[in-house]
């Protein structure tokens, strides 16, 4: 199918989200000695989260594909739209990544709330999409009610947009 943009194939029905604690001074890991994009760098730590139902398959995917050192410093931990939100501390991540996850419209507002309960002021929340119905861009427009969102890439060839989102300040909104 068309679904699983950039490194990882996320399944139609996934949750997924790739979260960086705070405090970490290379949140992305990219800037890893040695390495011009080195995967997790030495000062991230990550959660990656998913339904229930696929946490198994995410966590074998790590265990294959993350090299052994940087597997302590990964957490794959369970997280469905709007639910359980308190097993996870209030603005808890500096960096979210989220791809190919708006495509359905009932799961909209329970997004919008994860997002919200997962983001400090200082979060970056990173979405990589394809724009492919007018419930596409009608997330985008409620994510704008609470977020500062701009488009900061476009693929073509990919047909791929990534937004970056960062909460609004309440000073601004007066």
Known sequence: ????IGAAEIP??????FLCKPHDPDPAGLETPG???GGLGCGAHVTITDRKVALEFLKSNVQANLPPHIQPKTVVKELTWGQNLG???PGEFDL???????????????????????CSNHSVILLACRIRYERDNNFLAMLERQFTVRKVHYDPE?????YEAQKRNQKEDL
């Open 96 to 118: 979210i990544l989220g791809a190919d996850i708006i495509y359905l419209e009932e799961t909209f507002t329970d997004l919008l709330q994860t997002l919200e309960h997962l």
């Open 87 to 89: 097993s996870f501390s």
């Open 1 to 4: 199918g068309d679904h699983g």
């Open 12 to 17: 139609q029905a996934s949750c997924n989200l």
């Open 158 to 162: 990919k047909d791929v947009h990534i």
């Open 35 to 37: 390495s011009r994009s």
